[in-house]
């Protein structure tokens, strides 16, 4: 259930500290006690920055990931982690990513390491906060395969992918998680030229066994690599198909793109809650909390406060820390301005 009103959440990622970038270059020079160390307090180092700005809602910071998911490939059997970079130099983009060779069967004996970073997230939170876990979905995890001849396309690698994060999910609501976040930016990226119906039927079926068993939501962005979008950034292409997605809660792209395409949160809200991006993670413009306080009276034009929910645009993992820490506490201080003015 969503405790308040307006509340503040985030996305999931976080950047790293200075130090676990410096630590992470020199794995070797630790024991594996110290690797958990390593771990343990960059997780208590976001969480003090969200605590501190005051944040409803609590992840990890996605802080012993790989990026926000190519982690997850160490925990698959059947690929070759060989992906060799069709392009190495010049200006950073997606091609500078190569994808891994299917060898076999798509399996994950040992999950994908989401319920551990739960449970090391639950271990480390303040008691009573509400904590979310962030899992990639099917779709998204295939763009970093290719081909072969048992899994002809990208929709095939997710057919043999979704069981795997479906199982994951499932194993998260066993172990107590109670707000999950299945990451599909693949999804809203690609809508412009697949079928957004199967996109969601792919989706609902992804998420089935947590239905109603705990807080869903998912996140529509247009691709935040190196602070660059990936995709024509429209939310038309999306809706209506994507009014039919089972979660609680669709969190909206809206700061970096002039609140274009707002009204769209009013047809969610008759739904269920929207969380919109108040907050820019591709610039290091600083929002003050009066410029969060307009753009909350904004949405609340098109949607009631009871189904409104702030944080931003996207995951922070591309914002340097200084800035990410501010831009989280004037999120906090602007959203509280509004509830003071609407008493809630």
Avoid at 73 to 97: C, N, S, T
Avoid at 302 to 322: E, N, V
Wanted: glycine share 6%; aromatic share 8%.
């Amino acid at each position: 259930m969503k405790e308040r009103p307006l509340r503040t959440t985030v996305i999931g990622s976080y950047p790293c500290p200075g130090w676990l970038e410096f630590a992470c270059a020199h794995l070797g020079d630790f024991g594996p006690d110290d690797r958990a160390e390593l771990q343990d307090d960059a997780v208590i180092a976001a969480l003090y920055d969200q605590t501190a700005a005051g944040l409803d809602v609590l992840t990890d910071g996605e802080q012993t990931r790989l990026d926000f998911n190519l982690s997850f490939y160490g925990f698959l059997q059947g690929i070759a982690l060989e992906a060799v970079p069709p392009r190495r130099f010049g200006p950073p983009a997606h091609d500078q990513r190569g994808k891994h060779a299917v060898t076999g069967e798509l399996r994950a004996p040992r999950g994908l390491g989401v319920v551990e970073e739960y449970e090391r997230l639950r271990r480390l939170a303040p008691a009573g906060a509400v904590l979310k876990a962030s899992v990639p979905g099917p779709y998204t995890l295939s763009g970093r395969l290719a081909p072969n001849d048992r899994y002809k396309d990208r929709w095939a690698l997710t057919e043999g992918l979704l069981p795997i994060v479906r199982t994951e999910i499932e194993s998260l609501v066993k172990a107590g998680c109670r707000e999950i976040c299945v990451d599909e930016p693949s999804m809203s990226c690609y809508a412009h030229r697949e079928d957004p119906k199967r996109f969601v039927e792919t989706f609902n079926r992804t998420v089935e066994p947590a239905v109603g068993k705990t807080r869903l939501c998912t996140h529509l962005c247009f691709g935040n690599y190196k602070a660059r979008a990936v995709a024509p950034r429209r939310y038309a292409p999306m809706f209506p198909a994507f009014l039919e997605v089972k979660v609680d809660e669709i969190h909206l792209e809206m700061a970096s793109r002039e609140f274009a395409e707002i009204e769209i949160i009013a047809e969610i809200a008759k739904r269920r809650d929207v969380a919109v991006g108040v907050i820019d993670v591709k610039n290091y413009y600083v929002e003050t909390p009066e410029v969060v306080a307009d753009r909350v009276r904004l949405c609340l034009k098109h949607a009631p406060a009871d189904r409104l929910a702030f944080s931003t645009d996207c995951g922070l993992s591309q914002t340097a820390r200084w800035a990410a820490k501010q831009k989280l506490a004037n999120l906090v201080a602007g959203v509280k301005v509004v509830r003071k003015e609407l008493g809630v």
